[in-house]
Nanobody
């Protein structure tokens, strides 16, 4: 059974850091494009970052470039999103998602419609 479980969210002050984890089960994460997305109240789901299965290449949306870093630990079957210099506008529920089947997408995209399985999300709140 394909499952993605996010963790690591919480309340942090502006300028602070959090590391989100996306633990996969039921499949080998390194064989799939994995994306991080977020959705703030009243807004559409937005692509944040992704990592490709083919070469580990990464993409970031402009608003997080230089602040967020996506990485993958194949041994732990987990993808991480390190978030630094957090801003109030980063407040949202963060989701990870995977394409399907394996290597369906050699290179990732931050377009939500390209992803097939989603986690339940983890809340990130940036506030003083």
């Amino acid at each position: 059974q394909v499952q993605l479980v996010e963790s690591g969210g919480g309340l942090v002050q502006p300028g602070g850091s959090l590391r989100l984890s996306c633990a996969a089960s039921g499949f080998t994460l390194a064989m799939h494009a994995i994306g991080w997305f977020r959705q703030a109240p009243g807004k559409e789901r937005e692509g944040v970052s992704c990592i490709s299965p083919s070469d580990g290449g990464t993409i970031y949306t402009d608003s997080v470039k230089g602040r967020f870093t996506i990485s993958r630990d194949n041994a732990k079957n987990t993808v991480y999103l390190q978030m630094n210099s957090l801003k109030p506008e980063d407040t949202a529920v963060y989701y990870c998602a995977t394409t399907w089947p394996a290597y369906a997408a050699a290179f990732c995209t931050v377009r939500p419609g390209r992803y097939d399985y989603w986690g339940q999300g983890t809340q990130v709140t940036v506030s003083s």
